[in-house]
Nanobody, 121 residues
Framework: QVQLVESGGGLVQPGGSLRLSCTASGSIFRVYAMGWYRQAPGKQREMVAAITNGGSTNYADSVKGRFTISRDNAKNTILLQMSSLKPEDTAVYYC???????????????WGQGTQVTVSS
């Protein structure tokens, strides 16, 4: 059993900051790329930021310069530091990870349950 557990969402005023955390736990051999996606009401889920187990990062254009993704491989944890938040950042944020459960296992995509981020005055 593999779980991705997210925390850190909430309500923040425009211009404020929040930090999201996601930890992968369970029967894990190796965690590959991890990332954050978000889905606003009536919109498709979109990639926000991703990071490989080597530390390479990728960001959506809409968050570049405002969001920073980081990773602790020893703890199978990623953080998303969000600054200068805008109302359009309001969405449910989902953690995603590619995980192999055994040495011979194929990599499977896992999702967290989602955490709400609301940016509003």
């Amino acid at each position: 059993q593999v779980q991705l557990v997210e925390s850190g969402g909430g309500l923040v005023q425009p211009g404020g900051s929040l930090r999201l955390s996601c930890t992968a736990s369970g029967s894990i051999f190796r965690v590959y790329a991890m990332g954050w996606y978000r889905q606003a009401p009536g919109k498709q889920r979109e990639m926000v930021a991703a990071i490989t187990n080597g530390g390479s990062t990728n960001y959506a254009d809409s968050v570049k310069g405002r969001f920073t993704i980081s990773r602790d491989n020893a703890k199978n944890t990623i953080l998303l530091q969000m600054s200068s938040l805008k109302p359009e950042d309001t969405a449910v944020y989902y953690c995603n990870a590619g995980i192999a459960r055994t040495y011979t296992d194929t990599v499977t995509n896992y999702w967290g349950q989602g955490t709400q981020v609301t940016v509003s005055s």
